[in-house]
Structure formats: structure tokens, C-alpha cells
């Protein structure tokens, strides 16, 4: 069930015979409602690194549509190659997906006890499993602390330091194992999706990834074209609100030497769109759900 579908697609302001950006495909929910308001000469580009995900049901087979198996932090040159030149607008649905989620073999959920793996692209890079097992201390106790805001993010990793020298950690249930004694005995499974969040962004550089995006959305997009971001969590929501407001990801405005900010957007919603109590009912997805909506000046 595509979160604040309505909302999101509603925000791109969609022209019959445009061209638009999907870089986030996985069921194909935002795709199929973008393709349901374009005309026979309109065009939809989507993107998804994770072949698995990358299924689409109907959205698959439509004529107007480009499924770029790939990953959306090369947007410029996947447009370029497709002949897409400038398009009419881009939306995103950041995080991970239900069917990630509930494939027990891909390791992004604590709920089964199956390989650590969390790759979105499992055609390479590193998985959960060989990072945990390869990381200093220093390095793991960061990455819980940026990705997971664990308070406890030291302890954490010393905690694996010393079940990785008895034995490898090598899946979701040795990981929970490992961590029972820091535990909240009543909010144990809030706590195992900081920590889960945390190594997925990192085995999927998710961060980076995000960044590069927006960079390059900014320059692929046509004046007045627009951008529909839906995010889950604080640190991506901070990354998206930034670039929006000052052009730069880390917050800091860049201004051109005559001290004019050089902001690529102008944010359409001042207030960020939350998901109504009705979706959020209906999808546990929606509930740390966030949409901010952009113009290419």
C-alpha cells in the first residue's frame, strides 16, 4: 500500500504529455498513479536497485513506462541514456520496502532469524553480516549513533566485539542474541528497528545515495519542474529539508560571489504533509511518514 499516494503525486502537478521520474519503483504503487494521470504521449521513468522489488504488477507492460533497473544516485546519466534530457518531475519514497521486509532471506528484519544480509542490490557490496563481523569498535559505535540515534550506541558495540571473538555473527537472531543484555524489556522491538535501520543504511550507503539524488535532481529538472519526497525518519527528512532551503544537504547555505543563496528549489508545502490517522490506520508504514514538496526555480 504506496504511502501518501494521493499527496505525493498530487504535489508533482502532473501534465498529461510530461515526463516524470519515479525513483523509488518497488511495487509500483507511486508509478501505477503517476501512469493513470499522463496521456498516451506522456512518460515515466522509474528506478529500483533491487531486482526483487522491482516486480510492478501492472505497471509493467504500459508503453510510457522505463523500468531502469539501477540505482537512483546515477539519475543524470540512467536519463541521459534513456534520452530523457530535463522532466517535468521527480517523487521519491525513501526506505525500505514491505517486500524487503517480509522476505525473510534478504536480513532486514529482526522478526525471522535468517542471514544478515540487507543489501537492496544483492549483486554486490558488503553485507550487514561482513560489516559487523570486519568493523572496529569505533566504527560500529558510530554508525549506531548517526543511523540508529542509539544513546547507548558504545555499549552496543562492545556488546558485539565480544560475541564476534566467540563466534562469526552471521544472522539476525545471533545479532539479537548478542544484544539481549541492553535490551528494553517493554520496548524491545523499537529498539531493534533503530539498530536495524542503522546497518542498513550504512550496507546500503543510504545516506550518500540521498544526497547524490537530490544534487542531481536539482539539475535534472526543468524550472518549475517539481519534487515529491517522502522520508521516514529524522535523518533523511533533515538532509531533504536542507538541500529545499539552502541547496546543500549538511545545512550550510552556498551563496555565488554576490552572496545571492544558491538554492536549486522553492519548497511548495511550508509545513511538512503528515499522513492522515485514516492511512496510518490502514498502513503502520505511514506512521513516521513525511512528504515535503519542492519547485526548481
Known amino acids: 500500500m504506496p504511502v501518501l ?18 525513483v523509488t519503483f518497488g511495487g509500483g504503487g ?27 504488477g501492472d505497471a509493467v507492460g504500459d508503453k510510457r513506462l522505463t523500468l531502469v533497473k539501477g540505482d537512483f544516485r546515477f539519475l543524470r546519466s540512467y ?5 530523457a534530457g530535463e522532466v517535468d518531475g521527480i517523487l521519491g519514497d525513501l526506505g525500505v520496502s514491505w517486500h524487503q521486509l517480509d522476505t525473510a532471506e534478504r536480513g532486514f528484519s529482526f522478526r525471522f532469524d535468517a542471514p544478515l544480509d540487507m543489501r537492496m542490490n544483492r549483486r554486490g557490496g558488503d553485507t550487514a553480516a561482513a560489516l559487523l563481523n570486519a568493523r572496529s569498535v569505533q566504527e560500529l559505535s558510530r554508525i549506531f549513533a548517526d543511523y540508529g540515534e542509539l544513546s ?17 555473527i552471521a544472522t539476525t537472531g545471533a545479532l539479537v542474541e548478542a544484544l539481549r543484555p541492553v535490551l528494553p524489556p517493554f520496548d ?22 540521498l544526497a547524490q539524488m ?6 535534472a529538472l526543468k524550472a518549475g519542474g517539481r519534487l515529491s519526497i517522502i522520508t521516514y525518519h529524522s535523518l533523511e527528512d533533515r538532509m531533504v529539508k536542507n538541500y529545499i532551503r539552502c541547496g546543500s544537504v549538511s545545512g550550510e547555505a552556498e551563496r555565488d560571489v554576490f552572496g545571492k543563496l544558491s538554492a536549486p528549489f522553492e519548497a511548495v508545502n511550508r509545513k511538512v ?14 506512521r513516521s511518514a513525511k512528504l515535503r514538496i519542492a519547485q526548481k526555480i
Open 5 to 22: 499516494l494521493k499527496e505525493s503525486v498530487a504535489g508533482l502537478e502532473v501534465k498529461p504529455n510530461g515526463t516524470y521520474v519515479d
Open 30 to 56: 507511486h508509478s501505477r498513479e503517476i501512469l493513470s494521470r499522463l496521456g498516451g504521449k506522456g512518460r515515466l521513468i522509474a528506478f529500483d536497485r533491487d531486482a526483487d522489488v522491482a516486480q510492478g
Open 79 to 83: 536519463l541521459r541514456y534513456h534520452s
Open 152 to 168: 547507548n550506541a558504545a555499549k552496543v558495540a562492545k556488546l558485539i566485539e565480544a560475541a564476534r571473538q566467540k563466534s562469526r
Open 188 to 209: 524491545e522491538h523499537k529498539y531493534l528497528a533503530k539498530l536495524f535501520q542503522a546497518l542498513r543504511i550504512e550496507v546500503n550507503r543510504e545516506m550518500q545515495a
Open 214 to 219: 537530490l544534487e542531481q535532481a536539482a539539475k
Open 273 to 286: 504533509i503528515l499522513p492522515e490517522e485514516a492511512e496510518i490506520r490502514q498502513n503502520t508504514r505511514a
